[in-house]
């Protein structure tokens, strides 16, 4: 037996005691390993011990024993009793928004501080404008005000190519439909013959979870614990094959600890995960605009003044709306947004941004936007939804003809005056989303990685699914211009590298064009 260190920080807690079934073999005939259990289990705390254990007084292996109080028996003082491990939440899914919200109290919970596309008035938008979607949202409930939700939407075929599984797997549409922000490679042209000759029985119907127009895989909650987003895999994932769901997708988790939980919650069901793209963040760190730019490098303030001197010399005329305000121009906006998405082949079309734009209106969100005008048209726009103290860049378009490739405004409706506004109004993070990387970097902005997940029920495909879906996350990797690999610096940072794929935490370089279809 070996000697107990106390209260060494090394020491790991002692493991449990086997059950043993005493009801036919007698409770003394158990395996031998029970007993070296139980002999370990009555070393004292401090000092050296013999080899041969004195037996426990009172318990015998045929009855009880009686602990001594932890709060008493502590060998270096007393010690806090440990807490009960929280109870597994009762989860209910595949219901409808009206359902969820009943099941929630009314209200999507919030301590977990959602974005906007996981709000209520943005999910109903979803459901009406978004053809073929039908909701399949999930709600646990630990008891005690404890509740989480997750919203999902099943497509039973041909989803817009945003949602569609097969997209994650490097498939492209004959139609030349792309992806927001996608990175077409030759990788793809291969892959979507091998993605079709899977069948699409093999993937649909298909549950899409997260906000399908928001690009978020986003569960909130009442309380900061991830283990509830576990309890809520736990169940959609045997409720949907049970259903008849032939693919599970979590397209779109953003880093943070919820997600990390989700994919790895669906990892264990036989999901895969791999790299989808990124997200550029500012966390404002200056007391003023002014401020953050001096902290910029000499080189990049000078880009950021010339941006600044094109838009001034583009012959426009640039003005903020917000909220009731931008009710008459939700057309305009739409149509603006929807000629950037035929520009760069994007799927999401003008009916889908009207809607959205109107719920946020109607909904009492803090959205804005940047107008600018030329000729007193409406000639390009930016539309940022503030959600507490963080603000979100969610569409921009423009009118080319009007002006040009390289205006300037961009920069200037997209990037700078949001940023501006943002210090004015103590916001603490901007997330302007992927595409226009380098212009965002070049102000300050980090990027953050995307992951997304894909499970089918089908055991047998698996394989070859991940071998899809690591190729297409490698190739975007490549498209968006992968840096070199870098070792996590941290023990915690390598194991979620181990966990989440090695290239979890690689920086993409920069290459995007002014614009772009997310941005």
């Known amino acids: 037996m070996s000697t107990a260190a106390c209260c060494s920080t090394t020491a790991e807690e002692p493991a449990a005691l086997p059950v043993v079934d005493t009801s ?12 070296e259990n139980v002999e370990e289990s009555t070393a004292t705390c401090c000092g050296d011990q013999d080899d041969e254990t004195e037996p426990v007084a009172e318990s015998g292996c045929c009855a009880p024993a009686k602990p001594e109080p932890v709060e008493a028996s502590g060998c270096c003082g007393p010690q806090a ?9 009762e989860v209910r899914t595949g219901l409808t928004l009206e359902d969820a919200l009943a099941a929630l109290g009314g209200v999507v919970p919030q301590a977990t501080d959602p974005t906007p596309y996981a709000q209520v008035s943005w999910l109903q938008a979803t459901e009406t404008s978004l053809v073929g979607a039908k909701p399949w949202h999930t709600v646990a409930d630990r008891g005690e005000g404890d509740v989480a939700f997750l919203p999902g939407y099943v497509f039973d075929a041909d989803p817009i190519v945003d949602a569609d599984p097969r997209t994650f797997l490097g498939w492209q549409p004959a139609d030349g439909t792309a992806a927001c922000c996608s990175a077409t490679t030759s990788c793809c042209e291969s892959a979507t013959d091998a993605v079709e000759a899977l069948g699409t029985d093999a993937l649909f119907p298909t549950l899409l979870l997260g906000s399908p127009l928001g690009y978020r895989s986003e569960a ?34 953003h880093d943070n600890a919820y997600s990390e939980v989700l994919a790895l919650a669906l990892q264990a069901y036989g999901g895969d ?5 990124e997200n550029n963040v500012l966390d404002l760190q200056h007391d003023s605009y002014d401020a953050h730019l001096a902290s910029l490098p000499s080189r990049k303030r000078r880009r950021v003044k010339q941006d600044q001197d094109r838009a001034a010399d583009s012959g426009t005329r640039i003005e903020r709306k917000d909220r009731e305000e931008l009710r008459p121009l ?19 079309d003008e009916a889908h941004i009207g809607a959205l734009l109107t719920a946020l209106v109607d909904g009492g969100a803090d959205i804005r936007a940047y107008l600018v005008h030329k000729d007193d048209v409406v000639v390009a726009a930016s539309v940022m939804v503030r959600q507490g103290k963080r603000l979100f860049a969610k569409w921009a378009g423009f009118d080319y003809e009007a002006l040009g490739e390289r205006s300037g405004v961009y920069f200037e409706i997209g990037l700078d005056r949001p940023l501006r506004d943002a210090y004015d109004e103590g916001i603490s993070t901007i997330e302007a989303g992927p595409g226009a990387d380098e212009a965002k970097r070049l ?20 394989p070859k699914v991940a071998e899809l879906h690591a190729a297409y996350g490698q190739a975007r990797r490549e498209a968006l211009g992968a840096g070199t690999e870098e070792e996590p610096a941290t023990a915690i940072g390598r194991l979620k590298a181990k966990l989440l794929g090695n290239t979890a935490y690689e920086p993409i370089k920069p290459v995007q064009p002014e614009g772009g279809c997310c941005g």
């Open 24 to 35: 036919s073999s007698g409770c003394c005939s158990a395996p031998e390993q029970a007993k």
């Open 273 to 277: 995960i791999a790299f989808h793209g």
């Open 330 to 348: 939700i057309g305009r906006i739409s149509e603006l947004v929807t000629m950037n998405r035929q520009k760069y082949e994007g799927g999401e």
């Open 220 to 253: 909130t909650a009442s309380v900061e614990d991830p283990l509830l987003v576990a309890d809520l895999v736990d169940r959609i994932v045997p409720a949907a094959i049970e259903a008849g769901i032939r693919s599970i997708t979590a397209p779109w988790l």
């Open 81 to 89: 009793p440990r807490e009960e491990q929280a109870e597994a939440a």
């Open 443 to 462: 102000r300050g902005f980090r990027p953050r990685p995307i992951q997304s997940v894909i499970l089918v029920a089908d055991q047998a495909l698996r």
